[in-house]
């Protein structure tokens, strides 16, 4: 496997934990059950460690000398900056935050998507995750401004990830559950169905929209029924189909899954959250999924 410099930087970074891809995210600091506030997961040290100076639109560099606007990287820039906002009540927070949702109006289309693959899977564009993050950051644009244009555009947004994949959308609906798809025709992604369903989340507090609330119930229900699937018995999956999480996004999985037991109350989330952290706890599984990983990254 042909290897380029930047693909190597890349993994060394991530490797040292010197990379915006590897950040701690621990629970959010700031969010609310009940109201529409900080964000469920902390993503501020993508700013604390890895911030742009004034109110740049972050960008992801993919190969030698190219960069791209990548819309789940700024749409998680936005949050960190309204959680450090909650957090310090500094107004330039602010004006960062408004920059990423104002990016996401520009870039969204007429049928509310947001072109999040372009790079890394032109056939495959869209991805229920950049639609529930965009509906996350747009919810609270609209909540601190009051623009209705942050409003009309989650609308659109939340339309179009509904809309079953063979259809174009992002959605599966299977025995009357809802299922979220971060990439569409492959394997479920347990991050990032968590992720999208936040955004349903944030948009029925926001709106206090019944069909939201529903959809995020349905979506809920589903995902604590289907939480066996991603426990390979040592460490998480990345997928139902049991690609080894990483390190990063195995904590991932234990943060996102305490605050889902926050959240609903929903005693497999807990359970869940406790047999991943003693995963994590062990040496000897950690050095195993290590292992395990570097071989299948290899052989990709």
């Known amino acids: ?13 991530i490797l040292l934990g010197k990379s915006v891809f590897t950040v701690n995210q621990d ?4 969010y609310s059950k009940t109201d529409l506030a900080g964000y469920y997961n902390n993503l501020t040290e993508k700013i604390t460690r890895f911030g742009l100076p004034g109110n740049e639109i972050p960008k992801r560099h993919v190969a030698e000398g190219m960069t791209i606007e990548f819309s789940i990287e700024i749409f998680q820039y936005g949050l960190a900056a309204y959680d450090l906002y909650l957090m310090t009540n500094d107004a330039c927070y602010l004006d960062k935050m408004k920059a990423c949702a104002d990016w996401a ?48 555009a989650a609308k659109k947004a ?8 063979e259809n174009g959308g992002t959605t599966v609906y299977e025995n009357g559950n809802i299922y979220f798809y971060e990439y569409l025709h492959e394997d479920q992604v347990l991050n990032g169905w968590i992720f999208s369903a936040w955004g349903i989340l944030d948009y029925a507090k926001c709106f206090n929209d ?25 460490w998480s999956s990345y997928t139902d189909a049991k690609k080894l999480a990483n390190p990063f996004y195995h ?10 037991y926050d959240l609903t109350g929903i005693e497999a989330f807990k359970k869940y959250f406790e047999i991943f952290s003693r995963y994590q706890n062990n040496w000897f599984y950690r050095k195993t999924a290590f292992l395990l990983k570097f071989i299948q990254k290899v052989l990709e």
């Open 1 to 13: 496997m042909a290897l380029s410099i930047y693909v190597v930087k890349k993994w060394i970074g």
């Open 27 to 30: 629970e959010g600091k700031v």
């Open 105 to 152: 109006l520009k870039n969204i289309d007429e049928k509310g998507r947001w072109a999040t693959f372009p790079y890394k899977k032109p056939n495959q564009l869209y991805s229920s995750m950049a639609q529930g993050e965009g509906l996350s950051l747009l919810t609270r644009a609209y909540k601190v401004w009051g623009d209705q244009a942050y409003a009309d």
């Open 158 to 165: 939340k339309e179009f990830m509904l809309i079953p994949v």
């Open 210 to 234: 019944k069909e939201a609330w529903d959809q995020w119930n349905n979506t809920v229900n589903a995902m604590a029924q289907k939480l066996p699937m991603y426990d390979k018995g040592f």
């Open 251 to 260: 904590k991932l999985h234990i943060a996102q899954l305490n605050v889902m």
